[in-house]
């Protein structure tokens, strides 16, 4: 059975696709995981600013998530695009 | 050099046996190490109380042991078991089967030896709340049980469906792919649930009248980081009972591997992550009682961010899968 | 082991397709709502100041689920879902309990049962945070951080029902499959019963109170 290069190539990518996302996946996982705990944290603290640290706690996760997305859009691009 | 099909499939049904017991005797034996790790400190500080505390060590540790258990059953299953249609796929079915219970077993020996420790140290701390302590333990460490369980689900079924008729070249990998989408994901869901798990126990111990609201926080949180395994569990019946169409080229092999891969590494995070989010809002439930709603709320959306990467793993495996 | 995997299914063609019923899950789940409504019925018979076992049980079970609705919504909304919430307990609870008695099995085994529940409660759980908020507010959540993220959080969205329907199934399929096999592996020596007790009891009543929470929670976090 030959394989042909193009089709090694394909394989490449969709491996390539799910070693991406999932390996990038974890990272954000438990950073945004951290910054969940300790939102908790401080809100068992101090619950009268529970507004303020939500609102916090949400744009951190949304800066930790970035690696996350970009780990998304390369495998998109991987599976759509190369 | 060509071998029958009865050799390679005891080659793989020998690997994976072997993979199973190894990989799944991990996460207990860390697990158990650190329920009587912290049984000793509970000691040193108060030697009196061995007896419970001793007690209350064996049965932690009894209920952390579960998940080699069924790792053992899952190893000796594979070494007896005589396939009644032997084929190629069989060989990729019972390999897979093998890695994903021995990967399973992992998170959960690590996470449910947690709270079993955190017991031991909260009796001696406050010998007047055991008897709480140690049902939010069995309650906990047996939650934590749930990813062993999905592999060991996983496991069975794809030792025990025929995939003979079935075409060789895509679902070998499927069926590979289905092991290792259960087998991964489940870590981090089995040791995020230990966190949470173990939290509670310290919160009991410190503050015995919150018991009921710590126990609830506590099993919304772990349910809540279970939600990867079973994202796992999802794709990896997807992969185990769609019929795959023939093909021979590798891309098409590849797909269906590579989409148990994301989805499994992508598991892990998002469940180590979702159970530190636990962790926090369960040992401050403890602290601070009158507060116990909103620290749910809260943790509840914390998690569902953390867990929005995990989400996006599945959207890749599905694509993976249905797309192309 | 020729068990594993064998439903009982009732076929019924229907303008070309076939719609497939597993009659198991079926009157299971059929008895599990006569036997509620029979306790209900006979719980609620005689309000006496001083109440008899049923009587008692029931009360019990009602206040007790009502507090919890309580803690996790408010007051205001609490008499509104309590009923829903400890109906969802004690249809889940039975259902997970029924397969302990020989010739019966679970309906949660099958896995329309839980995602059904899971649905209803998802659509309330909307239908609530649309109510309480407004179309608009309700909608605009979908849009956050950024509006290209829409897919994607109507996707998360999803994976609730998903989420909350096969925890349940897999617990419970994977219980019932577990004494299955070690039943068959020691020869029903010993063994089975107590991974009854486990299984059934245990997990059993653990995740019934895990569906109903999680059920609870998501409407509380529509609403606010």
Not at chain 1, 45 to 59: F, H, I
Not at chain 2, 254 to 279: D, Q, R, T
């Amino acid at each position: 059975m030959a394989i042909e290069g193009a089709d090694i190539v394909k394989a490449a990518a969709f491996l390539g696709a799910g070693l991406a996302m999932g390996l990038g996946a974890i990272g954000p996982g438990i950073g945004e995981g951290m910054a969940a705990a300790k939102t908790c944290e401080a809100i068992g603290k101090n619950p009268k600013e529970a507004g303020l640290l939500t609102r916090t706690m949400l744009v951190g996760q949304a800066v930790s998530e970035s690696t996350g997305i970009y780990s998304l859009v390369v495998a998109l691009l991987l599976l759509f695009v190369v | 050099m060509a071998y029958d099909v009865q050799t390679w499939i005891n080659l793989a049904a020998y690997v994976g046996g072997g993979l199973a017991m190894g990989l799944g005797a991990v996460g207990a034996a860390i697990g158990e190490g650190y329920t009587a790790a912290q049984a000793n400190e509970a000691l040193g500080q108060n030697p009196e109380m061995s007896g419970d505390v001793f007690k209350s060590m064996l049965v932690g540790q009894a209920i952390a042991e579960s998940a080699s258990i069924f790792a053992l059953v899952i190893a000796i299953l594979l070494l007896f078991v005589n396939p009644s249609a032997p084929s190629a796929i069989t060989a990729s079915s019972l390999f897979g089967a093998g890695l994903c219970m021995g990967l399973g077993a992992i998170g959960s020996g690590v996470g449910s030896g947690i709270p079993g420790g955190q017991a031991c140290l909260g009796i001696v701390r406050q010998p007047a709340a055991a008897g709480k302590l140690t049902t939010n333990m069995l309650i906990g460490s047996a939650v934590c049980q749930t990813p062993a369980i999905f592999a060991m689900v996983v496991a069975l079924v794809l030792i025990f469906i025929d995939y003979s008729n079935a075409p060789l070249f895509p679902t070998w990998a499927a069926l590979i792919g289905a092991g290792l989408s259960m087998g991964l994901s489940a870590i981090g869901s089995g040791m995020g649930g230990g966190f949470a798990a173990g939290a509670s126990c310290e919160g009991i111990a410190r503050q015995p009248e919150s018991a009921a609201n710590v126990t609830t926080t506590m099993l919304v949180g772990q349910a809540v980081s279970q939600t990867p395994a079973i994202f796992g569990l999802l794709i990896s019946f997807v992969l185990m009972f769609k019929s795959h169409e023939a093909s021979t080229t590798l891309s098409a092999s590849m797909a269906l591997l590579g989409a148990g891969i994301c989805m499994g590494f992508g598991g892990i995070g998002p469940g180590i992550g979702n159970g530190m989010a636990a962790e926090g809002a369960v040992r401050w439930v403890a602290r601070n009682m009158s507060h116990a709603g909103e620290l749910m709320r809260i943790m509840l959306v914390g998690q569902a961010v953390s867990q929005s990467t995990a989400i996006y793993a599945m959207v890749i495996s599905l694509v993976l899968i249905f797309v192309l | 082991m020729n068990e594993l995997g064998k439903i009982y299914q009732l076929l019924i063609p229907v303008g070309g397709h076939t719609m497939v019923f597993n009659l198991d899950a079926i009157i299971m789940s059929w008895l599990v709502i006569i036997i509620l409504i029979v306790f209900g019925f006979f719980a609620a018979r005689k309000k006496a100041m001083l109440p008899g076992s049923l009587q008692l049980m029931g009360e019990l079970i009602v206040s007790k689920l009502f507090q919890l609705t309580e803690d996790a919504l408010d007051e205001k909304l609490a008499p509104k879902y309590a009923p829903l919430i400890a109906a969802t307990f004690m249809f889940m609870l039975l259902c997970n309990w029924i397969g302990m008695i020989p010739h019966l099995s679970e309906p949660t085994k099958d896995l329309n049962t839980p995602l059904s529940m899971g649905i209803l409660g998802f659509v309330i759980a909307h239908h609530a945070g649309i109510k309480a908020k407004g179309f608009k507010v309700y909608a605009k959540a979908y849009f956050e951080p950024v509006f290209f993220m829409m897919p994607l959080n109507l996707i998360g969205e999803m994976a609730k029902i998903i989420s909350i329907s096969f925890r349940l199934f897999g617990n419970i399929m994977g219980g019932s499959i577990i004494i299955l096999v070690v039943s068959y592996l020691v020869y029903n020596i010993l063994l089975p019963p107590l991974l009854l007790a486990f299984f059934g009891l245990f997990v059993g009543a653990i995740q019934a109170f895990v569906f109903t929470m999680l059920t609870v929670v998501y409407i509380s976090v529509q609403v606010k």
